[in-house]
């Protein structure tokens, strides 16, 4: 590899671990304020970046949450269950180095499932026509809500809005302009940055702007490190913990929404279940650190395996790597593997070598804790001056900076009565892409002289429609299981 990319993936990873150790500034965040900067690179360069910076951020959350019990990210929750009281006991040193080799090890496994299973699910795509991908967008957006949302209306309302804001500009069926309220410089439509942009990086302004600097007691880090690694890099390979662990993140990191925190609670949860002593857990157990940092890195890799095959992110992050190859003309599938394969697989490589170059963290540690000292007001002045930068660079266009801004206050706003960000981002990636499937499907099915058979009819659009409805109805039996294990 190129020393130039190895020097990007060097230092994507550091600055994604910075990011990851500022409680509120997520990876999600910080690959929209980057997406308008990859718009002028190559598409792999642009990739290698952003994978790089994804892989720092999930990392470095587990910094903080280790010494001093506030994670970095939400995938870093269930690391603060056991890495705090370790740190406490005068093990903090143990519990990070058992972290960095279990994201590590996380990844790499992780990796490997996005090398083996996404170019064949990406050959499995052209079997998909308009009907197809029109329900899978819909799929999508309905499995974020009902894992990830905490209200499935307001969840939905949030998914429909996004697709909204994709209509916006000229239609694609019949070419006239829609809901450009007399402006031409909407004709073109809201382009997918400015709304990531708006949607994830303006909220966090306002919010990082009335939060106050942590007052923490730091922890005192002792022990050898070299000492230390030896004996975590043992204590992984000890048990089934690590492989359990990398396949509950893997499954989960495949689900639109899920994420590394779900990840990571869900397999703490099972290695809790099998352990021999579950009531030392919460108490300063290192198989608690070990489950929940390798779940949650393997969700990194994973997740872009249905991003790049189908269309569909698995988290956030691969959401806004998606649009960055959206930007770029490029559509996620078969083609993905065949006409930019060589971009597809340096990207995948470049994933491998950031896991790599976690080692290097090791020797930070202390440092970046220091970071949560910054003043808030800083940092929301910082994202708010990238944000309009970049989202002007783009087109030039100061209506473009008008329109985020508008995004991000009804965003905010939104938020605070309980509206997720997550669908209304996944509805503006998958909105156009769905109106297409859906104006395609109506032509055709004209032609054909029925709609019903076409749009409703075929094999894989009814097995999308009945999984659809299985997650629409999945909160609603989740309630029912959890009255019913009450009663016993």
Not at 319 to 340: C, N
Not at 410 to 419: C, S
Not at 473 to 483: S, V
């Amino acid at each position: 590899m190129h020393p130039l990319m190895l020097a990007i993936i060097i230092g994507g990873v550091f600055i994604g671990n910075l990011v990851g150790c500022l409680p509120g500034l997520t990876a999600t965040m910080a690959l929209a304020v980057l997406l308008p900067i990859t718009y002028y690179m190559p598409i792999s360069t642009a990739l290698v970046l952003m994978g790089s910076i994804y892989v720092g951020a999930i990392r470095g959350g587990g910094i903080t949450a280790i010494l001093l019990n506030v994670p970095g990210t939400p995938s870093d929750i269930a690391t603060t269950f056991d890495g705090f009281p370790l740190a406490q006991k005068g093990l903090a040193r143990r519990a990070l180095m058992m972290s960095i080799f279990a994201s590590i090890m996380g990844g790499l496994i992780g990796n490997i499932f996005l090398a083996l299973l996404a170019p064949p699910l990406a050959r499995v795509s052209l079997r998909f026509g308009p009907p197809e991908f029109f329900w899978l967008c819909i799929l999508g957006i309905t499995v974020m809500v009902s894992i990830s949302a905490e209200s499935l209306l307001k969840g939905l309302i949030s998914g429909f809005i996004g697709i909204l804001i994709t209509t916006v500009g000229v239609s694609p069926l019949g070419g006239e302009t829609r809901f450009t309220f007399g402006l031409p410089e909407l004709a073109g439509g809201v382009p997918i940055i400015v709304g990531l942009i708006g949607l994830y990086c303006i909220p966090r302004v306002f919010e990082l702007a009335q939060e106050k600097v942590l007052e923490v007691e730091e922890i005192i880090i002792k022990g050898s490190l070299h000492n230390q690694m030896a004996w975590v890099i043992r204590k992984w390979f000890s048990g089934f913990q690590g492989i359990i662990s990398s396949l509950i993140g893997t499954f989960v990191g495949v689900l639109p929404g899920a994420g590394g925190n779900i990840a990571g609670i869900m397999a703490y949860d099972q290695v809790k279940r099998m352990d021999k002593h579950p009531e030392e857990f919460g108490k300063g157990r290192i198989e608690g650190v070990l489950a929940a940092e390798t779940a949650n890195n393997a969700t990194v890799s994973s997740s872009l395996i249905p991003a790049f095959t189908f269309g569909i992110p698995g988290s956030p992050p691969a959401a806004i790597m998606l649009g960055a190859i959206l930007v770029q003309g490029l559509r996620p599938g078969a083609s993905l593997f065949t006409e930019h394969a060589v971009d597809m697989y340096v990207l995948i490589g470049g994933l491998f070598l950031a896991n790599i170059a976690l080692f290097l963290v090791m020797y930070l540690s202390p440092i970046y804790s220091k970071i949560l000292r910054v003043p808030r007001e800083m940092l929301a002045v910082f994202i708010a001056v990238m944000s309009v930068v970049g989202t002007f660079a783009l087109r030039g266009n100061f209506a473009d900076v008008m329109v985020m801004c508008i995004l991000g206050i009804a965003m905010y706003f939104g938020r605070k009565l309980g509206f997720p960000t997550a669908p209304a981002v996944l509805g503006i990636v998958l909105g156009r892409l769905a109106e297409e499937g859906l104006t395609q499907s109506m032509m055709i099915a004209k032609a054909r002289g029925g709609l019903l058979p076409y749009f409703f009819g075929r094999p894989i659009t009814v097995v999308l429609i009945i999984l659809i409805l299985f997650f629409l109805a999945w909160p609603f039996l989740q309630a029912q299981l959890q009255k019913i294990r009450a009663k016993r």
